[in-house]
């Protein structure tokens, strides 16, 4: 029988849980009968109570003792203790911090409640909660040092983040250290090399398919949910581009307003059906929203699952869509065996930095292993970085591009001007387009993809600032680091910062990040960059160029909205604090950014565009 986190997790503490009271009460029992203290034995609920305090008493004391261990051998370093944030009321384990950040985050503009931390505290603090202690900073410097300059002592651990993911992520490259990340990382290698990332045939078919749906539904004024779409375009090319086949989601039915379903284009003869991705889908974000509120509660996490293990319910429909390619791939397997030895390149186990044409990285993946799950697990990886990076990009882009018309017109006519009405953009004609290039920058300045990420400190560590202070970092300490309002303070980026201006990529501005390129970290920094970045952005770019070949004007559609999915919609909003006043949409955070309720919106033909 298979037992819930909960109470995996409560069976794991009980020795240290039973013992503090176990041992007051043979104290008292040991004191009463040697008549030394007899004023319980009367009194057994009284006594019952001296016992049950003793769990409470132990951790407090346990705590204590830590922190003043952690402040003496900083000391002994020269250097401080980082600002520590408690709950409003000092209650013990500060339990309504910890509720205030997970019911504020319910409603809130994406992780507000922590930037206000940040700003009252500083930008590197200490958040307790429930006796965890996670360390958050936005602070260049900070980040550099665990993603670059100590890389080695910051791994993602199998203590927090490793053990809140394992069921979505299992030993995938996001997810794993040491021996097992370099295998992940040096078998999809090759697959990023300029050749590949530039073949962009399968971008097409899958960005033709979509416009047509959008001239067919915007032709009659009928919003869409543009979210909706990038993400399946996304996942239907980071598919085709891994696995060699398609999720074709793109021909599955859309939600219009009103629960309408728009004329979908045909699934091509050649094409072999495929299971729906709707489950799929749905089950990745229902996995990415409960893997964000275990990190966020922290350690204790398993206590809010004791009676069910909510990743069952998305685990279940993530392997029947995974499942069938995976077994047609090992099925495959022999075949791509039988090739390679007959082509005498043998397997010496090192990478190869030269793939033959035509093999995909499943194709590669099993030629190398197979251990289903290491398979299962570097697919379902792979496939959240290829679809996810690429669809938060998309979407937040298109957003501002419908809220800053002036942008729209420049990047519009920079690419007619450049590639055309209708020629297909290529590498070359692309990086023609160096406005389109500052507006994606721009774009995930203020909406990074992966807008926190987390490391644990193996052994302790010393943080200095620009001034000299140097703060200790415990061994064991789970840090954060937020990229996204690193992307936001105005201390790097000036008084601006708040505002979307893709100039700042152009003009002198730039200098500022020339100067100091660890304030821009939207695909991460160090040995774990992301492999993909530039297939990103050449996706990216072929999407919006093409979309901008058809359409002229992009026009967002509160109207069509789900209920209770617009900014502010509880009226909790403190709209003085950042962006909350400016938005036209809700953005929120769950590993990844995205709009509640998705991005309703139409567009305009091109006077010189047919339907």
């Not at 980082?82 to 013990?92: A, D, K, N, T």
């Not at 309408?260 to 050649?270: A, F, I, M």
């Not at 990420?453 to 937020?482: H, S």
Request: proline residues 6%; neutral net charge; hydrophobic residues 40%.
């Amino acid at each position: 029988m298979k037992l819930t986190p909960g109470i995996s997790y409560l069976l794991n503490i009980l020795p240290s849980l039973v013992a503090p009271p176990l041992l007051v009460y043979a104290v008292l029992v040991r004191l009463s009968a040697a008549g030394i203290f007899t004023a319980l034995d009367s009194r057994s609920w009284l006594r019952f109570l001296v016992v049950f305090l003793a769990i409470p008493a132990t951790l407090y004391a346990r705590d204590i003792w830590k922190e003043v261990s952690d402040r003496s051998r900083a000391r002994k370093l020269g250097a401080r203790m980082l600002p520590q944030v408690r709950g409003r009321w000092y209650i013990p384990a500060d339990i309504d911090l910890l509720v205030h950040l997970i019911t504020a985050d319910q409603w809130d503009y994406a992780d507000n409640p922590l930037e206000e931390l940040l700003k009252t505290h500083g930008k590197t603090i200490t958040i307790r909660a429930m006796g965890d202690r996670k360390v958050l900073t936005k602070e260049p410097r900070h980040i550099k040092q665990i993603l670059a300059g100590n890389f080695d002592n910051y791994v993602k651990g199998d203590e927090l983040f490793g053990e809140a993911t394992r069921a979505i992520l299992g030993v995938g490259v996001f997810n794993s250290d040491g021996a097992m990340w370099k295998f992940h990382r040096n078998l999809a290698r090759p697959f990023f090399t300029r050749d590949r990332i530039s073949d962009f045939n399968i971008f097409e078919k899958h960005t033709d398919a979509v416009i047509e749906i959008m001239k067919s539904s915007f032709s009659s004024g009928t919003p869409l949910d543009i979210q909706d779409l990038c993400s399946r375009f996304a996942l239907d090319s980071a598919t085709e581009f891994l696995f060699g086949e398609s999720a074709h989601s793109i021909y599955e039915p859309l939600l219009l307003p009103g629960g309408l379903q728009p004329p979908s284009p045909q699934l091509p003869s050649t094409e072999p059906s495929r299971p729906s991705s709707a489950s799929f889908v749905k089950a990745l974000r229902d996995a990415q929203e409960n893997i964000a509120m275990r990190v966020l509660m922290g350690k204790v996490w398993p206590l809010s699952e004791i009676f069910h293990d909510k990743s069952d319910d998305y685990t279940v429909p993530i392997r029947a869509y995974l499942e069938p390619i995976l077994e047609r791939a090992l099925l495959k397997r022999t075949q791509l065996l039988k090739e390679r030895d007959a082509k005498g390149l043998g397997s010496d186990g090192q990478e190869k930095e030269s793939i033959e044409e035509g093999m995909t990285l499943l194709d590669h993946l099993v030629l190398e292993t197979d251990d289903r799950n290491i398979i299962r697990d570097s697919l379902m990886n792979m496939l959240i970085a290829g679809r996810d990076t690429t669809a938060t990009l998309l979407t937040f882009s298109l957003y501002f591009l419908s809220q800053h018309s002036d942008v729209l017109a420049k990047l519009r006519k920079e690419i007619m001007d450049t590639i055309g009405p209708i020629r297909r953009p290529t590498p070359e004609s692309m990086r023609e387009v160096k406005y389109l290039r500052a507006i994606l920058n721009e774009t995930l300045r203020l909406f990074p993809s992966v807008p926190f990420n987390y490391r644990q400190a193996v052994k302790e560590d010393v943080w200095t600032d620009d001034d000299g202070t140097r703060w200790f970092i415990p061994a064991g300490t789970d840090t954060c680091y937020t990229v996204m309002y690193m992307h936001r303070d105005k201390d790097l980026w000036g008084e601006d910062a708040l505002e979307f201006d893709p100039m700042r990529w152009i003009d002198e501005r730039l200098s500022k990040l020339t100067a100091n390129p660890f304030m821009f970290l939207p695909f991460n920094a160090g040995p774990r960059i992301c492999l993909g970045q530039q297939l990103a952005y050449n996706e990216a770019s072929f999407f919006i160029i093409r979309l901008l070949q058809t359409f002229e004007t992009i026009t967002l559609r509160p109207d069509a909205q789900p209920q209770g999915t617009l900014p502010n919609s509880s009226g909790k909003w403190d709209l003085s604090a950042g962006r909350n006043g400016i938005e036209k949409v809700w953005p929120r955070t769950c590993m990844i950014m995205f709009v509640e309720g998705g991005m309703w919106g139409v567009m305009g033909l091109g006077n010189d565009v047919s339907i």
